[in-house]
């Protein structure tokens, strides 16, 4: 089937300066127009509902708001629109949820940290159906396949809670957040920290910003050690 153009784009992230600067990235390209943009998940849904879109650009991690972020945001949207293309535009560049995406249908990952002219690429292989790792998304998952890194592996579901968790949500807003119980929220947390040798919660905070769970740092408040 051939594909027309402009590509419609809606653009989601909960840092305005990075939707404006995809704006003023896109808007140099004929074959792409931005049809609206969102700064959380509730708006994110709203736009989708309201407006016709081919691909949309989000970012994986935007706390709050009714449809939460990450795996269980994106698994929320293609559950409403199938046929939608996705390229998620990140700091996040940890392999086990990049891999994630992947095994979700997403397989057109971007690095915030890589050149801006990645996304219009990026855009272009999601409308047809094509795949494309910008070069810092590329090296993330290339480690993972060669299982060059001896920490444990996490899974998807052990990763998310951590992430979570290091983005200041307790245990019980966990839980309400993925739709499990306490019980399985505390398991998995337990579980994670157990294969990766960890004993206190503070300890969680510094492996999610050291291994790239938490996507911005520097809004990650580390809590005190009171041993320290």
Do not use: W
Not at 103 to 131: E, P, Q
Not at 147 to 152: C, N, R
């Amino acid at each position: 089937m051939m594909k027309s153009f402009p590509i419609r784009v809606i653009i989601a992230d909960d840092h305005p300066a990075v939707v404006v600067g995809a704006q003023y990235e896109l808007s140099a390209s004929s074959t792409v127009a931005v049809v609206t943009t969102a700064h959380n998940s509730t708006a994110l849904m709203e736009a989708l509902a309201a407006h016709p879109c081919d691909v949309l650009v989000s970012d994986y991690a935007m706390p709050g708001n009714e449809y939460g972020d990450g795996i269980t945001l994106f698994s929320a949207i293609l559950k409403r629109h199938p046929n939608l293309k996705i390229v998620v535009m990140t700091m996040l560049e940890n392999a086990v949820a990049l891999r994630a995406l992947i095994d979700l249908g997403i397989h057109c990952l971007v690095s915030k940290s890589d050149m801006t002219n990645h996304l219009t690429m990026a855009i272009h292989a999601a409308y047809t159906d094509g795949r494309y790792l910008s070069p810092s998304m590329d090296r993330a998952l290339r480690q993972l396949g060669a299982g060059g890194d001896k920490t444990p592996t996490l899974s998807v579901r052990e990763a998310e809670v951590v992430r979570l968790f290091a983005s200041g949500l307790s245990v019980n807003e966990i839980a309400d957040r993925l739709n499990r119980s306490k019980k399985t929220i505390s398991t998995q947390k337990s579980s994670a920290m157990q294969k990766l040798g960890l004993e206190r919660d503070v300890d969680v905070v510094r492996y999610a910003i050291a291994c790239g769970l938490v996507a911005d740092p520097g809004n990650a408040a580390t809590p005190i050690d009171p041993a320290s």
